[in-house]
Nanobody, 124 residues
Framework: QVQLVESGGGLVQAGDSLRVSCVMS????????MGWFRQAPGKEREFVAA????????DFAASMKGRFSMSRDNVKNTVHLQMNSLKPEDTAVYYC?????????????????WGQGTQVTVSS
């Protein structure tokens, strides 16, 4: 059984940086495309970023491009989301997800496993 556990969320001020991480147990981490999604209060969950199995390709939603970066460590079974220049509108629960899909994907339906989420709050 795959388990994904996020960490690193917290309360920061606008303009600050924060790194959230996710560790996988139970399967071969390098077999999965990894993604980050977020859900703000009263809104639907949305795609944030994804990284390929080798880490050579990343994909970001338009509003995150240039501010967020994503990396993975296939030895430590960990994926990171580095968030810079945070804005109050980045406030959300951030979810890590793992996909066995054949290619990079932004769609929730293509992700097979999900973490419980970590809260990120950005104050103005």
């Amino acid at each position: 059984q795959v388990q994904l556990v996020e960490s690193g969320g917290g309360l920061v001020q606008a303009g600050d940086s924060l790194r959230v991480s996710c560790v996988m147990s139970g399967r071969t981490f390098s077999s999965y495309i990894m993604g980050w999604f977020r859900q703000a209060p009263g809104k639907e969950r949305e795609f944030v970023a994804a990284i390929s199995r080798t880490g050579s390709i990343t994909d970001f939603a338009a509003s995150m491009k240039g501010r967020f970066s994503m990396s993975r460590d296939n030895v430590k079974n960990t994926v990171h989301l580095q968030m810079n220049s945070l804005k109050p509108e980045d406030t959300a629960v951030y979810y890590c997800a793992a996909s066995r899909y054949y290619t990079m994907t932004r769609y929730e339906r293509n992700y097979d496993y999900w973490g419980q989420g970590t809260q990120v709050t950005v104050s103005s």
